[in-house]
């Protein structure tokens, strides 16, 4: 299993030797970690990590191998991996493992391989991590060559539309299987995850999911029931674009739903801000309150930006609140009739607590269009 | 509401219920977990009482609980309790099965009802409705959440009805059950019908479950805690590397999860948390599940709604402190009300995420019980565990092992890996599930089998195989580089090598360590207190050690894995002495490594190192803490083991010294020291042959108790009454007497046996004396003991004198035991250990002081007595019985003898005698005041049998059994025993000696009919006394009341 060196570099001028596996070639990318100790899988190919080097801080990666494609029924959506591919630039472990299991098509290596995706091991993941929550977020280089360090000093994660690559060039269109269908749900894809896409249909509407840049009109002449702002990769505050078409959208009172990045741009659409974090969220372990009952929930996190209680638009309320900071985890706004989420009601990977949230869009599509 | 809810318990008095001596099945986890939730009570000012009869416990000892109840977990003694200390609220979720029990009983008798007493936690009907199997069954099929295909029964035609119904093999599975008793396989109906009658009398409901045998199918368990109001969380999830079949306290099992994906994970945490929901639970319940390993499908197998040996690992495995939180669950809080105890700034709402791998592996010691049945099966025969934790499956894995402290250095490279074993018999032990089958996977491995052929054999996922057979192809290259040859820093081998775990035994190298700290959040967040371990893969150290307290470090060892001989009072000793430390050190830390103990409680001491207790591991982190002192006698025998290598390293010692450590266990050493004293001790040789043998026993004369020193299947003590015996002795260990020597000591009958628990300041002595009822030959451990000692004024004072100049002579400093045998007026010394002993606890408060605070008196300021002897005052009676688990142990044979193997241990004070042996013995199960017939029957010329017949007659009737008959009583047949046993017709048996060639059966039957055997005439016949001035018992005391 020979592989030979590799080196992992950041910004910030720490460099660490560890050995290569997966395609042997450069990665550059946002330094982040995830806590998620299971599906790597679904972890890697959600496009919400394009542009990021994710390291996992369980010790051990890959321990049931890659599963085969599994088709969500009447798509060509896999059901089983967020996207087709892996999104994330790198990959960084302590350790990877070769396990399989009855449902294996190959193990993680060959599957990062096939991938030409880079990964690195060996790495004292846990100190990686803590460097990352004291130091905060840093870009990093995975490379043969330690002296590759220097490409870092140009490289600008936030400034870069990662949306751009993740989102369909023209629209795709889903169709519900079997029964017959209540209507149609746009998604503004932004990099949707395959996981709530899935969850929609399962609600029994078709799905169309739209570029991310699609003019509102364009988005209205679908007719849709509802309009999904879904998940995806990097800083809102560049989607302009986008914005000013949901603030179109969100006036004409169609239920809507945001999720993630699609949260954080129905925020700023209603005068909302959003700030980027020391280190963000990616995790599946995490309690958040619904503030309607009081429940709490443990919910999926992926996210580097975050809309925090002060900065909270002035028509919408406190859905969702994070037990552990001040993290806004969802809004509820009557008059623009949408609900948001911060974290991830469809999971994948993690726990399913809050899926109970796309039965909720389900009744506001049922109770129709509302007057903004 | 919340607040509301908690105002109601603010100032009011919570009576917490214990789970009396341990057993197999239910161990020191829960002094544990009962010792957190009296924490968590007393935080809320709250008046705390607790009943248990475990003298050995922390949860005893005023540490925790402001009224001490040592009395037995049954109801008529907690009855008593709530009548004169009128809690409000009674908490029954903390002492396990034997708790919950005693509190279902209470509710059902009224008492509970009567005097307004409120069950905190989970409502009876959520438990009943948990534990009893077809009420389970109904509940989970209400929710529509799959349980495994099968039926409850109430009768052997219904049971019988319900397996040709399902198809053989079935599991049978008994209601309101701990430790699996009375469960087993059966693959025909011929064995299910001889099973049958010994489940039944192992139900306290007569309910049966048959089950479709699911051999194979992962085992899977997830920790849930639920507060009132809804709110869960899924805290841990366990994976057994042992399939289904195997009791999961028989299993290796590993934290978190390794070979679940996000949809299996998920799909059952779902269904734990709807389980949860299902019986109302509020506070902690794990559920079990079986999965298929070749496709999604699941079944819920069962919940225990209270704090579990599982849920006592899962604490340690995340660092979250399920007891302490689940009882604040049952007072009223909100799950993300409490606090996350570890970094304090987050909630309790989460799921803890690891980034290192936990390794639990079961300790057994079957070898001790000869005739035991020597499979892992669905009854759990192992006494003790360990945890490790690792940065790999590998390390955790090797840790584990070495912890095990079973004399292999790691999976490879030990006794085992570099035997002679063919192919064959290794697949033949594989395949029959025999302890510690990792091992024989490791030489399989080491011998060609593949993998595949593993996993064929013991149904454990190819995963972890794999991962072993890599290990053992590492090993055998690095191995031949041994020692000079280790491959260069940096290189992808060398990474490797660290990864594997490995120690120097087995490479012969010393690697380079890195302390890790446990933070429940994967490095997310801060830890704010310091849980600890040690690892070889890693780059960097978690925490500093550049600073310097003020008043120094010192390293304070726990006792390890728990074993025949090594329980929960090495944890008290550990935990008291670590907080008498703090007196004169700025930082305590703790080295443990076994999950069930109050003394890896991560905020017991100021650091916990949760690591193997090993010479190599001790100066690794010696060389980064620089401790200023290390206390090795807190844990017994394991410090003492390694005390001359530590003190090799340079490491200063609290307390004696290594050298007197030395002087003190070298048997040549110590009999010198005996004789230059002037002091009496047995005649004793070490003989090698049979000549030599023979000659001492020419010399001295039978009877003689014999030890080999290396290990022999079956006991290794034994006692020779004559010829015959040693012909059978000599037979038995063949060709071996030629190369290794026996230990022989004389043996003296119908002597009395008496202790003292000791602390020296090497002048003076502060001690506590006591006898055996029991006479000698009877193992220490296995002896019912009374303090203080009062056979013979004359003797006390020769024990007094000898105690006196052995302290002075060894120099010892600290605590010691002695052990005497007192023989027509002669007191000859048997044994000093130079550490805490396994009657500390016991004596400590018999008296109501601390040992282990004298003990660090001693140390640091001396006793400040004039070179004198000084033994508290006992203001009253004390008796300790042992507890036994030969129910457990399938086909062992129940005897006393001069190895060790009772499990645990009860006491009670009284204000005689009489009354303190009742209630003590009263405190072991499954004894009870016998109604009925009793049995009674042993050797001829066993008078103390026939004294306790006549005795008793005059209670019950006294029938005595034709091949061992005793006077006084009606002969029947051994048959007729045995049915009248089976009929529920007799509520005692009583008789003496080793008599397996004839009474097997009856002591077999007695066990497995929960019939209360006693095995001593002696014993009997004190015990028939006390049961015939039995009282009402009335009168309850609290410890305090009794000094």
Request: a positive charge.
């Given at each position: 299993?020979?592989?030979?060196?590799?080196?992992?570099?950041?910004?910030?001028?720490?460099?660490?030797?560890?050995?290569?596996?997966?395609?042997?070639?450069?990665?550059?990318?946002?330094?982040?970690?995830?806590?998620?100790?299971?599906?790597?899988?679904?972890?890697?190919?959600?496009?919400?990590?394009?542009?990021?080097?994710?390291?996992?801080?369980?010790?051990?990666?890959?321990?049931?191998?890659?599963?085969?494609?599994?088709?969500?029924?009447?798509?060509?959506?896999?059901?089983?991996?967020?996207?087709?591919?892996?999104?994330?630039?790198?990959?960084?472990?302590?350790?990877?493992?070769?396990?399989?299991?009855?449902?294996?098509?190959?193990?993680?290596?060959?599957?990062?391989?096939?991938?030409?995706?880079?990964?690195?091991?060996?790495?004292?993941?846990?100190?990686?991590?803590?460097?990352?929550?004291?130091?905060?977020?840093?870009?990093?280089?995975?490379?043969?060559?330690?002296?590759?360090?220097?490409?870092?000093?140009?490289?600008?994660?936030?400034?870069?539309?990662?949306?751009?690559?993740?989102?369909?060039?023209?629209?795709?269109?889903?169709?519900?299987?079997?029964?017959?269908?209540?209507?149609?749900?746009?998604?503004?894809?932004?990099?949707?995850?395959?996981?709530?896409?899935?969850?929609?249909?399962?609600?029994?509407?078709?799905?169309?999911?739209?570029?991310?840049?699609?003019?509102?009109?364009?988005?209205?002449?679908?007719?849709?029931?509802?309009?999904?702002?879904?998940?995806?990769?990097?800083?809102?505050?560049?989607?302009?674009?986008?914005?000013?078409?949901?603030?179109?959208?969100?006036?004409?009172?169609?239920?809507?739903?945001?999720?993630?990045?699609?949260?954080?741009?129905?925020?700023?659409?209603?005068?909302?801000?959003?700030?980027?974090?020391?280190?963000?969220?990616?995790?599946?372990?995490?309690?958040?309150?619904?503030?309607?009952?009081?429940?709490?929930?443990?919910?999926?996190?992926?996210?580097?930006?975050?809309?925090?209680?002060?900065?909270?638009?002035?028509?919408?309320?406190?859905?969702?609140?994070?037990?552990?900071?001040?993290?806004?985890?969802?809004?509820?706004?009557?008059?623009?009739?949408?609900?948001?989420?911060?974290?991830?009601?469809?999971?994948?990977?993690?726990?399913?607590?809050?899926?109970?949230?796309?039965?909720?869009?389900?009744?506001?599509?049922?109770?129709?269009?509302?007057?903004? | 509401?919340?607040?509301?809810?908690?105002?109601?318990?603010?100032?009011?008095?919570?009576?917490?219920?214990?789970?009396?001596?341990?057993?197999?099945?239910?161990?020191?986890?829960?002094?544990?977990?009962?010792?957190?939730?009296?924490?968590?009570?007393?935080?809320?000012?709250?008046?705390?009482?607790?009943?248990?009869?475990?003298?050995?416990?922390?949860?005893?000892?005023?540490?925790?609980?402001?009224?001490?109840?040592?009395?037995?977990?049954?109801?008529?003694?907690?009855?008593?309790?709530?009548?004169?200390?009128?809690?409000?609220?009674?908490?029954?979720?903390?002492?396990?099965?034997?708790?919950?029990?005693?509190?279902?009983?209470?509710?059902?008798?009224?008492?509970?009802?009567?005097?307004?007493?409120?069950?905190?936690?989970?409502k009876l009907g959520g438990i009943r409705a948990a534990l009893g199997r077809s009420d389970f069954k109904k509940l989970m099929e209400s929710k529509s959440i799959r349980t495994a295909p099968s039926r409850a029964a109430k009768t052997e035609k219904d049971t019988l009805a319900a397996a040709r119904e399902l198809g053989y093999p079935v599991m049978l599975r008994v209601s309101f059950n701990l430790a699996g008793r009375g469960s087993f396989i059966a693959k025909s109906e011929a064995a299910l019908k001889k099973g049958i009658k010994r489940s039944f009398a192992q139900s306290r409901t007569s309910e049966v479950l048959i089950e479709k045998y699911l051999g194979g199918w992962k085992e899977i368990e997830y920790e849930v805690v639920r507060d009132m109001y809804g709110n869960a969380a899924v805290v841990a999830c366990i994976e057994n590397l042992d399939p289904m079949g195997v009791h999961t306290g028989e299993s290796t099992v590993?934290?978190?999860?390794?070979?679940?994906?996000?949809?299996?994970?998920?799909?059952?945490?779902?269904?734990?948390?709807?389980?949860?929901?299902?019986?109302?639970?509020?506070?902690?319940?794990?559920?079990?599940?079986?999965?298929?390993?070749?496709?999604?499908?699941?079944?819920?197998?069962?919940?225990?709604?209270?704090?579990?040996?599982?849920?006592?690992?899962?604490?340690?495995?995340?660092?979250?402190?399920?007891?302490?939180?689940?009882?604040?669950?049952?007072?009223?809080?909100?799950?993300?009300?409490?606090?996350?105890?570890?970094?304090?700034?987050?909630s309790a709402f989460f799921e803890p995420s690891l980034d290192y791998i936990t390794i639990k592996i079961p300790r057994w010691d079957l070898t001790k019980f000869e005739s035991a049945s020597s499979s892992l099966g669905t009854e759990m025969k192992s006494i003790g565990e360990v945890m490790a934790i690792g940065r790999s499956f590998e390390e955790a894995m090797q840790k584990a092992v070495r912890m095990l402290d079973i004399g292999e250095p790691g999976l490879v490279g030990g006794r085992i890996y570099n035997s002679g074993l063919s192919r064959t018999e290794i697949e033949s032990i594989l395949r029959s599930r025999k302890p510690y089958w990792f091992l024989y996977a490791a030489k399989a491995f080491a011998l060609g089998i593949k993998p595949e052929e593993v996993h064929r054999l013991t149904g454990v996922d190819l995963f972890f195989l794999n991962k072993i057979n890599n290990l053992v192809t590492i090993y055998e290259k690095?191995?031949?580089?041994?020692?000079?040859?280790?491959?260069?820093?940096?290189?992808?081998?060398?990474?490797?090598?660290?990864?594997?775990?490995?120690?120097?035994?087995?490479?012969?190298?010393?690697?380079?360590?890195?302390?890790?700290?446990?933070?429940?959040?994967?490095?997310?967040?801060?830890?704010?207190?310091?849980?600890?371990?040690?690892?070889?893969?890693?780059?960097?150290?978690?925490?500093?050690?550049?600073?310097?307290?003020?008043?120094?470090?010192?390293?304070?060892?726990?006792?390890?894995?728990?074993?025949?001989?090594?329980?929960?009072?090495?944890?008290?000793?550990?935990?008291?002495?670590?907080?008498?430390?703090?007196?004169?050190?700025?930082?305590?830390?703790?080295?443990?490594?076994?999950?069930?103990?109050?003394?890896?409680?991560?905020?017991?001491?100021?650091?916990?190192?949760?690591?193997?207790?090993?010479?190599?591991?001790?100066?690794?982190?010696?060389?980064?803490?620089?401790?200023?002192?290390?206390?090795?006698?807190?844990?017994?025998?394991?410090?003492?083991?390694?005390?001359?290598?530590?003190?090799?390293?340079?490491?200063?010692?609290?307390?004696?010294?290594?050298?007197?450590?030395?002087?003190?266990?070298?048997?040549?050493?110590?009999?010198?020291?005996?004789?230059?004293?002037?002091?009496?001790?047995?005649?004793?040789?070490?003989?090698?042959?049979?000549?030599?043998?023979?000659?001492?026993?020419?010399?001295?004369?039978?009877?003689?108790?014999?030890?080999?020193?290396?290990?022999?299947?079956?006991?290794?003590?034994?006692?020779?009454?004559?010829?015959?015996?040693?012909?059978?002795?000599?037979?038995?260990?063949?060709?071996?007497?030629?190369?290794?020597?026996?230990?022989?000591?004389?043996?003296?009958?119908?002597?009395?046996?008496?202790?003292?628990?000791?602390?020296?300041?090497?002048?003076?002595?502060?001690?506590?004396?006591?006898?055996?009822?029991?006479?000698?030959?009877?193992?220490?451990?296995?002896?019912?003991?009374?303090?203080?000692?009062?056979?013979?004024?004359?003797?006390?004072?020769?024990?007094?004198?000898?105690?006196?100049?052995?302290?002075?002579?060894?120099?010892?400093?600290?605590?010691?035991?002695?052990?005497?045998?007192?023989?027509?007026?002669?007191?000859?010394?048997?044994?000093?250990?130079?550490?805490?002993?396994?009657?500390?606890?016991?004596?400590?408060?018999?008296?109501?002081?601390?040992?282990?605070?004298?003990?660090?008196?001693?140390?640091?300021?001396?006793?400040?007595?004039?070179?004198?002897?000084?033994?508290?005052?006992?203001?009253?009676?004390?008796?300790?019985?042992?507890?036994?688990?030969?129910?457990?142990?399938?086909?062992?044979?129940?005897?006393?003898?001069?190895?060790?193997?009772?499990?645990?241990?009860?006491?009670?004070?009284?204000?005689?005698?009489?009354?303190?042996?009742?209630?003590?013995?009263?405190?072991?199960?499954?004894?009870?005041?016998?109604?009925?017939?009793?049995?009674?029957?042993?050797?001829?010329?066993?008078?103390?049998?026939?004294?306790?017949?006549?005795?008793?007659?005059?209670?019950?009737?006294?029938?005595?059994?034709?091949?061992?008959?005793?006077?006084?009583?009606?002969?029947?047949?051994?048959?007729?025993?045995?049915?009248?046993?089976?009929?529920?017709?007799?509520?005692?048996?009583?008789?003496?000696?080793?008599?397996?060639?004839?009474?097997?059966?009856?002591?077999?039957?007695?066990?497995?009919?929960?019939?209360?055997?006693?095995?001593?005439?002696?014993?009997?016949?004190?015990?028939?006394?006390?049961?015939?001035?039995?009282?009402?018992?009335?009168?309850?005391?609290?410890?305090?009341?009794?000094?």
């Amino acid at each position: 299993m020979a592989s030979g060196k590799s080196h992992l570099c950041t910004r910030d001028g720490f460099i660490v030797g560890g050995f290569r596996f997966g395609a042997h070639k450069k990665a550059i990318g946002e330094l982040v970690f995830t806590t998620s100790m299971t599906g790597y899988p679904e972890s890697l190919t959600d496009p919400s990590y394009k542009g990021q080097i994710l390291v996992f801080t369980h010790p051990l990666v890959g321990n049931y191998g890659v599963p085969r494609k599994k088709l969500i029924s009447g798509t060509n959506l896999p059901s089983n991996f967020e996207s087709e591919h892996i999104q994330a630039e790198g990959v960084i472990v302590s350790e990877y493992t070769s396990g399989t299991k009855w449902d294996s098509e190959s193990t993680f290596d060959s599957w990062l391989k096939r991938e030409s995706i880079p990964g690195i091991y060996g790495i004292d993941t846990r100190a990686l991590t803590i460097r990352l929550r004291d130091n905060g977020t840093s870009i990093g280089v995975i490379s043969d060559n330690s002296k590759d360090a220097k490409d870092l000093d140009t490289y600008d994660y936030e400034s870069i539309n990662f949306v751009k690559m993740v989102s369909p060039k023209k629209p795709v269109y889903c169709k519900v299987s079997g029964r017959k269908q209540k209507g149609t749900i746009v998604v503004m894809d932004f990099g949707a995850k395959n996981g709530f896409i899935n969850d929609l249909l399962s609600l029994g509407y078709d799905i169309i999911r739209a570029p991310w840049d699609s003019p509102a009109q364009e988005i209205l002449d679908f007719g849709p029931s509802g309009i999904v702002y879904g998940n995806g990769p990097g800083n809102p505050n560049l989607l302009g674009e986008a914005i000013s078409n949901i603030r179109e959208l969100l006036d004409t009172g169609i239920p809507s739903m945001g999720i993630c990045l699609g949260h954080q741009l129905a925020a700023i659409a209603l005068g909302g801000k959003i700030k980027k974090m020391k280190f963000g969220h990616r995790a599946v372990n995490k309690g958040i309150v619904n503030r309607m009952d009081n429940k709490a929930y443990i919910t999926t996190h992926n996210h580097g930006y975050a809309l925090s209680k002060r900065n909270i638009p002035a028509s919408a309320k406190v859905l969702f609140e994070s037990i552990d900071d001040n993290v806004v985890e969802g809004l509820a706004d009557r008059k623009h009739n949408l609900i948001t989420t911060q974290f991830h009601p469809e999971a994948r990977p993690g726990a399913w607590d809050t899926r109970f949230i796309f039965n909720m869009f389900y009744r506001m599509m049922q109770n129709g269009k509302r007057k903004a | 509401m919340a607040r509301e809810r908690l105002d109601l318990w603010k100032g009011s008095k919570v009576l917490l219920i214990g789970s009396g001596p341990i057993k197999i099945g239910e161990a020191a986890e829960f002094d544990y977990s009962g010792s957190q939730a009296l924490k968590a009570l007393r935080e809320e000012g709250i008046e705390t009482v607790i009943v248990n009869s475990n003298v050995a416990t922390v949860q005893t000892s005023y540490i925790s609980a402001e009224h001490v109840y040592l009395l037995p977990v049954k109801r008529r003694f907690i009855e008593k309790v709530i009548e004169k200390e009128k809690p409000k609220g009674i908490m029954i979720g903390f002492g396990g099965q034997s708790a919950l029990n005693a509190g279902i009983d209470l509710n059902d008798a009224g008492v509970l009802g009567k005097h307004g007493v409120k069950v905190l936690g989970t409502k009876l009907g959520g438990i009943r409705a948990a534990l009893g199997r077809s009420d389970f069954k109904k509940l989970m099929e209400s929710k529509s959440i799959r349980t495994a295909p099968s039926r409850a029964a109430k009768t052997e035609k219904d049971t019988l009805a319900a397996a040709r119904e399902l198809g053989y093999p079935v599991m049978l599975r008994v209601s309101f059950n701990l430790a699996g008793r009375g469960s087993f396989i059966a693959k025909s109906e011929a064995a299910l019908k001889k099973g049958i009658k010994r489940s039944f009398a192992q139900s306290r409901t007569s309910e049966v479950l048959i089950e479709k045998y699911l051999g194979g199918w992962k085992e899977i368990e997830y920790e849930v805690v639920r507060d009132m109001y809804g709110n869960a969380a899924v805290v841990a999830c366990i994976e057994n590397l042992d399939p289904m079949g195997v009791h999961t306290g028989e299993s290796t099992v590993v934290t978190p999860a390794q070979t679940l994906d996000n949809e299996d994970y998920n799909a059952m945490r779902a269904i734990s948390i709807k389980v949860a929901e299902a019986i109302g639970l509020v506070g902690e319940c794990n559920v079990q599940f079986a999965l298929n390993p070749k496709s999604r499908e699941f079944y819920v197998i069962e919940t225990n709604p209270r704090m579990s040996r599982s849920s006592a690992l899962a604490s340690k495995a995340t660092g979250y402190p399920l007891a302490y939180v689940s009882a604040k669950l049952s007072l009223g809080y909100k799950l993300y009300d409490i606090r996350n105890e570890v970094s304090k700034v987050t909630s309790a709402f989460f799921e803890p995420s690891l980034d290192y791998i936990t390794i639990k592996i079961p300790r057994w010691d079957l070898t001790k019980f000869e005739s035991a049945s020597s499979s892992l099966g669905t009854e759990m025969k192992s006494i003790g565990e360990v945890m490790a934790i690792g940065r790999s499956f590998e390390e955790a894995m090797q840790k584990a092992v070495r912890m095990l402290d079973i004399g292999e250095p790691g999976l490879v490279g030990g006794r085992i890996y570099n035997s002679g074993l063919s192919r064959t018999e290794i697949e033949s032990i594989l395949r029959s599930r025999k302890p510690y089958w990792f091992l024989y996977a490791a030489k399989a491995f080491a011998l060609g089998i593949k993998p595949e052929e593993v996993h064929r054999l013991t149904g454990v996922d190819l995963f972890f195989l794999n991962k072993i057979n890599n290990l053992v192809t590492i090993y055998e290259k690095a191995k031949n580089l041994k020692g000079s040859a280790n491959p260069k820093k940096g290189t992808e081998e060398e990474e490797q090598l660290n990864r594997m775990g490995f120690c120097g035994q087995q490479i012969g190298s010393h690697q380079d360590i890195f302390v890790k700290s446990i933070d429940t959040l994967a490095g997310e967040c801060p830890a704010r207190v310091n849980y600890l371990y040690t690892t070889r893969a890693a780059s960097e150290d978690d925490i500093s050690f550049k600073e310097k307290p003020k008043n120094g470090k010192a390293l304070v060892l726990g006792a390890g894995v728990f074993r025949i001989g090594v329980s929960v009072e090495f944890d008290w000793s550990a935990v008291s002495f670590a907080r008498a430390l703090k007196k004169s050190f700025s930082e305590v830390s703790i080295l443990n490594c076994n999950p069930e103990t109050v003394s890896t409680d991560w905020d017991t001491a100021d650091k916990l190192y949760f690591d193997e207790i090993s010479a190599e591991t001790i100066k690794s982190i010696d060389r980064k803490e620089h401790f200023d002192g290390v206390a090795v006698f807190t844990g017994g025998q394991i410090g003492n083991n390694i005390a001359e290598k530590l003190s090799g390293y340079g490491m200063k010692f609290i307390g004696t010294g290594s050298s007197s450590i030395g002087r003190s266990e070298d048997r040549n050493k110590f009999s010198s020291i005996v004789e230059k004293l002037n002091l009496a001790q047995p005649e004793w040789r070490a003989a090698t042959g049979k000549h030599a043998i023979e000659r001492f026993i020419d010399e001295v004369g039978f009877p003689i108790l014999v030890r080999p020193s290396y290990i022999l299947s079956g006991s290794s003590f034994k006692l020779l009454y004559s010829q015959a015996d040693l012909q059978r002795y000599m037979a038995t260990i063949g060709k071996q007497v030629h190369r290794s020597p026996l230990v022989l000591t004389k043996f003296y009958s119908d002597s009395i046996e008496a202790e003292m628990d000791c602390v020296t300041d090497s002048k003076s002595v502060l001690g506590i004396s006591m006898q055996h009822i029991e006479e000698a030959g009877v193992h220490s451990g296995d002896a019912t003991i009374a303090a203080p000692f009062s056979n013979s004024n004359s003797a006390y004072e020769e024990m007094k004198r000898m105690a006196l100049l052995f302290s002075s002579e060894l120099e010892m400093k600290g605590p010691f035991n002695i052990q005497f045998l007192i023989n027509r007026g002669k007191v000859y010394i048997i044994e000093l250990n130079s550490r805490a002993s396994r009657s500390m606890p016991f004596s400590s408060k018999s008296v109501g002081i601390n040992l282990m605070d004298y003990a660090h008196k001693a140390i640091f300021e001396g006793l400040g007595m004039d070179g004198e002897f000084h033994e508290p005052k006992h203001k009253s009676c004390i008796v300790k019985s042992p507890q036994f688990s030969w129910l457990q142990l399938k086909d062992s044979y129940p005897v006393l003898g001069p190895e060790m193997r009772s499990t645990g241990e009860a006491a009670a004070f009284g204000k005689t005698m009489d009354e303190a042996l009742l209630t003590s013995w009263l405190g072991v199960n499954p004894n009870h005041i016998p109604g009925g017939s009793a049995i009674i029957y042993g050797k001829s010329g066993t008078q103390h049998l026939g004294k306790a017949a006549a005795v008793l007659k005059g209670l019950i009737d006294v029938f005595t059994v034709e091949d061992y008959p005793i006077a006084n009583a009606q002969p029947i047949s051994s048959a007729d025993a045995l049915n009248m046993i089976e009929k529920g017709k007799v509520g005692i048996v009583m008789t003496d000696n080793d008599l397996k060639k004839k009474d097997f059966g009856i002591r077999r039957q007695a066990v497995d009919f929960n019939i209360p055997l006693v095995l001593n005439g002696r014993l009997a016949s004190q015990l028939s006394d006390a049961f015939v001035k039995s009282t009402d018992f009335n009168d309850v005391k609290e410890m305090k009341e009794y000094y």
